[in-house]
């Protein structure tokens, strides 16, 4: 790992754990969402929960953010670091800057040789940390197997919860660039394409009453067609198409939003150069190809999947 190991090399050890991650984890994302949008069957979303029960995952986003929450601490102390993260950006429905603006603050209530204290074990903590996390990124860029990562994984898939997050929640957040909450939302409204946008991906959504109720009446009431367009819908896979360039931009955009929320700027040849080290490591070259060739068009994309991240402390607001 000594690439990513450079990289890393005098910014904030939180930052680049979380950076990191993303950029390692965009290439199995891609995976994944490939097989979603095939259509080809995952085992573990062979047997799912009642329909009625999963169709209220969709409004009650807050549950399902709180499962994943606690499936994160089973594993580890890195699992439990990502947990805290995601209860600050979920739950508490604070910003990174406000949950660090907190921390500063009790911070100067310390008295010197507690702040003192305090450095020394944070940063002896995260050094230890980081040096787990590159060696879990090496041995599974060596196709490694972690059977107790492996048996811990199974069981948090068989919670209704968590099935729904990888079925639902996080191929509509990279597929159709929104939230699943907001695309219920309108689809109960009446926004025929955007029904079908969810209906190609997850047909259990009929069994909402609102969309059910449409779709009843939509048969008598002259729009014949529309019913049989979204019936087609629900036997085939999502529209558009995924790609890992796509699967990487968002996650380069991620990693920037959260490091200007951690008040150190992660710039365009930063956050090019981690990918590059990734690429590196893994064996795939000297840079990473699949993102936008010139700075001035990666610059860019940064800027847009920002705008695609920026939402996720109110998913259910437009």
């Known amino acids: 790992m000594k690439h990513l190991s450079n990289w890393g090399k005098g910014k904030p050890l939180g930052l680049v754990m979380m950076a990191q991650e993303f950029a390692v984890d965009a290439e199995p994302c891609f995976q994944f969402l490939k097989l979603i949008k095939s259509g080809d069957r995952i085992e573990a979303f062979s047997s799912l929960p009642k329909a009625k029960e999963w169709v209220k995952l969709y409004r009650n986003h807050r549950q399902m953010q709180r499962s994943v929450i606690e499936c994160l601490r089973r594993f580890?102390?890195?699992?439990?670091?990502?947990?805290?993260?995601?209860?600050?950006?979920?739950?508490?429905?604070k910003t990174l800057r406000e949950a660090i603006e907190s921390?500063?603050?009790?911070?100067?209530?310390?008295?010197?040789?507690?702040?003192?204290?305090?450095?020394?074990?944070?940063?002896?903590?995260?050094?230890?940390?980081?040096?787990?996390?590159?060696?879990?990124?090496?041995?599974?860029?060596?196709?490694?197997?972690?059977?107790?990562?492996?048996?811990?994984?199974?069981?948090?898939?068989?919670?209704?919860?968590?099935?729904?997050?990888?079925?639902?929640?996080?191929?509509?957040?990279?597929?159709?660039?929104?939230?699943?909450?907001?695309?219920?939302?309108?689809?109960?409204?009446?926004?025929?394409?955007?029904?079908?946008?969810?209906?190609?991906?997850?047909?259990?959504?009929?069994?909402?009453?609102?969309?059910?109720?449409?779709?009843?009446?939509?048969?008598?009431?002259?729009?014949?067609?529309?019913?049989?367009?979204l019936m087609e819908a629900s036997l085939k896979g999502p529209k558009g198409k995924i790609t890992l360039k796509k699967v990487k931009c968002s996650m380069a955009g991620a990693i920037s939003l959260v490091s200007i929320a951690l008040g150190y700027k992660l710039k365009e040849p930063e956050i090019r150069k981690l990918f590059d080290a990734v690429a590196h490591d893994m064996g795939k070259g000297d840079i990473d190809t699949d993102l936008p060739e010139s700075p001035e068009a990666f610059a860019k994309t940064l800027q847009r999947e920002r705008g695609f991240w920026m939402p996720t402390l109110r998913p259910d607001k437009k």
Request: one cysteine or more.
């Open 76 to 93: 580890g102390k890195n699992g439990r670091m990502g947990a805290e993260f995601a209860e600050v950006i979920f739950l508490r429905r």
């Open 103 to 229: 921390m500063k603050k009790q911070f100067e209530t310390m008295r010197p040789f507690e702040r003192r204290r305090f450095i020394s074990k944070g940063q002896k903590e995260v050094n230890r940390l980081y040096s787990l996390q590159l060696a879990d990124i090496e041995w599974d860029i060596n196709r490694n197997v972690d059977e107790e990562f492996n048996r811990k994984f199974k069981e948090v898939l068989n919670e209704p919860e968590i099935k729904f997050f990888f079925k639902a929640w996080i191929p509509c957040w990279f597929l159709y660039g929104d939230y699943a909450p907001r695309l219920l939302r309108r689809a109960r409204l009446g926004d025929v394409k955007t029904m079908e946008k969810l209906v190609r991906l997850d047909p259990s959504v009929v069994n909402d009453a609102k969309i059910g109720e449409y779709l009843h009446q939509a048969r008598g009431k002259g729009k014949g067609a529309t019913f049989e367009r």
